[in-house]
């Protein structure tokens, strides 16, 4: 049977269709999601694949250093990375920013990679408005999107941007219990405008140059629309 689903999944990717390896809840609103049996279970498989993956980092400096370029002009003066596990970008965003940067992990390591213990889908009173950038490559670790990217853009200070960094990783085939929301790369500006209710969108799209989890990625650009 596995290896029926096995061929069945190379066919479809074959032709331009990515799918998962597990049973998912499909949305209207353009993603697809793993369930758990509880949050806990969620938590715990968290904090277990950050322990294993400590040492790694999915970040690399050449798309940060992009991403620096864009921030500049903006003249930023403090920024905010969500699910950091042992800080690597919020380093290099310090370093290459010269301002302050911040990071969170819901693992128990964080502190001893200078991040601050936090589910990232919770409001925390001590961010609202207080970030020029908010930047992530976890979102996919998210099990509730609308939810995890309305804290974000609440976290933002007024003309501040959310970056996601989506590749083809963060769509079905990259798709875990570990990395439960999948979005086909394409479809982010339409998934995310569905969630916000239309009070944030992707306004700007950065495209880096080199390819990256398997072949060309974005960086999203969330901002809050006019009306809000
Ligand atoms: C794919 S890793 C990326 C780590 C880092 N950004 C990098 O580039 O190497 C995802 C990280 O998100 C963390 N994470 C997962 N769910 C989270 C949540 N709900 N809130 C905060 N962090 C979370 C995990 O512990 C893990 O360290």
């Given at each position: 049977m596995r290896a029926l689903d096995k061929i069945f999944r190379s066919y479809l990717q074959k032709r331009g269709y990515a799918v998962s390896k597990l049973p998912v809840r499909s949305f209207d609103d353009g993603y697809s999601l793993v369930s758990?049996?509880?949050?806990?279970?969620?938590?715990?498989?968290?904090?277990?694949?950050?322990?294993?993956?400590?040492?790694?980092?999915?970040?690399?400096?050449?798309?940060?250093?992009?991403?620096?370029?864009?921030?500049r002009p903006r003249s930023p003066k403090r920024g905010l990375c969500h699910g950091s596990r042992n800080g690597t970008e919020v380093r290099w965003f310090r370093?290459?920013?010269?301002?302050e940067v911040i990071g969170s992990d819901i693992s128990d390591t964080a502190p001893d990679h200078g991040l601050i213990q936090w589910d990232f889908h919770e409001r925390n009173p001590d961010w609202v408005g207080r970030f020029d950038f908010v930047y992530t490559?976890?979102?996919?670790?998210?099990?509730?999107?609308?939810?995890a990217i309305s804290a974000w853009v609440e976290q933002l200070a007024p003309g501040g941007v959310l970056l996601l960094e989506h590749t083809l990783q963060h769509g079905p085939q990259g798709q875990t219990k570990l990395d439960p929301l999948a979005i086909d790369l394409p479809v982010v500006p339409f998934a995310i405008l569905n969630m916000s209710d239309g009070e944030y969108a992707v306004t700007d799209i950065i495209k880096p140059a080199h390819n990256k989890g398997g072949g060309r990625f974005y960086v999203y650009v969330v901002t809050r629309t006019l009306s809000t």
């Open positions: 758990y049996s509880s949050h806990d279970e969620y938590v715990s498989i968290q904090i277990d694949g950050n322990k294993k993956k400590i040492d790694k980092v999915f970040a690399d400096e050449e798309t940060i250093g992009i991403i620096c370029d864009y921030l370093e290459k920013l010269g301002i490559n976890s979102h996919d670790h998210a099990y509730d999107p609308k939810k």
